[in-house]
């Protein structure tokens, strides 16, 4: 868990340095927030078992409604939620699983892997070169994001 959260934790504070105006020490402090509030939140919501158990609770949204666990971790460095509507997509899904972390921007963007692991007992997921083509969508414009992030992939 501790891998997905800080994946996840990761990328919304790129997103947030790609938009500009918020200091390294505000960036730092935000994600220290963020993986706690993702911690806490998802304590007794997490199965590695059966990764998608669980997988709408732990779903990060924005959709012209700010999540309220980005919203409380902003919060917590002084960040209003009008701020962050002006740096973060106004739609942001972000799923946050055993084995995996990806995200979408905009309701027609694609599917993007952050972080992938093979699942124990030799399950495997779609392999990453599936998935290649989420920064050149993105970048032509499909997934409408307001503003130009630079994308992020680890796997193990």
Not at 2 to 29: C, D, H, K
Not at 70 to 81: E, F, P, T, Y
């Amino acid at each position: 868990m501790r891998t997905e959260i800080s994946t996840a934790a990761a990328f919304v504070t790129r997103l947030l340095r790609a938009a500009g105006g918020i200091g390294e020490e505000q960036l730092r402090r935000f994600r220290e927030c963020l993986q706690e509030a993702l911690r806490e939140h998802y304590k007794h919501h997490w199965f590695p078992l059966v990764p998608s158990k669980g997988s709408g609770y732990r779903c990060i949204r924005i959709n012209h409604k700010m999540d309220p666990l980005i919203g409380k971790a902003a919060g917590m460095i002084g960040l209003s939620h009008e701020r962050l509507f002006q740096l973060l997509p106004s739609e942001l899904t972000l799923w946050v699983d055993p084995f995996e972390v990806s995200y979408r921007i905009g309701e027609d963007g694609s599917i993007c892997v952050l972080y992938e692991s093979p699942q124990p007992g030799g399950k495997t997921t779609k392999p990453l070169e599936s998935r290649s083509s989420c920064k050149e969508e993105w970048r032509i414009g499909r997934s409408s994001p307001s503003k130009n992030y630079s994308m992020m992939t680890v796997s193990n």
